[in-house]
């Protein structure tokens, strides 16, 4: 996939919408991973005096991993699919929360991705340029979203 010249909008390539797309900007993909963007805003969906619980900093990552899907589906010329967070292993963040006003980067390596669409990450979060959170995520991709959550895949 090689480092893409100019990115797509976040928005192109994750198929969340509204207050439930948490990241700002894609600022690097290629055929390994990807890195991206945030600001903690007030009004936020899950922000409170504190900020940003240090808890959806897992949900930063899942959004990561759905941009870097979404660039390659984009690159096959297909809309980003739909994908599942099956879970974590390990998520430890250092903070309590992210306060308002701070820039998070989220970064996401593939360590394993198979043609079931199941796929395994190990993720990165920094808070202002300092790593404060890890986990190692596994994700699925079905071919026809659609079709599974009604049940009627094989």
Do not use: K
Not at 43 to 50: K, T
Not at 82 to 95: A, W
Not at 105 to 114: F, M, P
Request: proline share 7%; hydrophobic share 45%; glycine share 12%.
């Amino acid at each position: 996939m090689q480092d893409l010249p100019a990115l797509l909008p976040v928005a192109e390539v994750v198929p969340h919408g509204g207050a439930m797309l948490l990241l700002d900007t894609l600022v690097q993909a290629d055929d390994n991973g990807c890195t991206a963007r945030a600001t903690v805003r007030p009004g936020q969906l899950f922000v409170d005096p504190a900020g940003m619980p240090g808890w959806v900093g897992i949900e930063y990552m899942a959004q990561a991993i759905a941009a870097w899907a979404g660039v390659r589906d984009r690159r096959a010329g297909r809309p980003p699919g739909i994908g599942f967070l099956l879970g974590s292993r390990r998520y430890e963040c250092d903070v309590p929360a992210f306060p308002v006003g701070s820039e998070l980067t989220i970064s996401v390596q593939a360590e394993l991705t198979g043609d079931s669409g199941l796929g395994q990450f190990a993720c990165r979060l920094a808070l202002d340029g300092r790593e404060v959170a890890r986990a190692n995520v596994s994700v699925f991709q079905p071919a026809d979203a659609q079709a599974f959550l009604q049940g009627q895949h094989e």
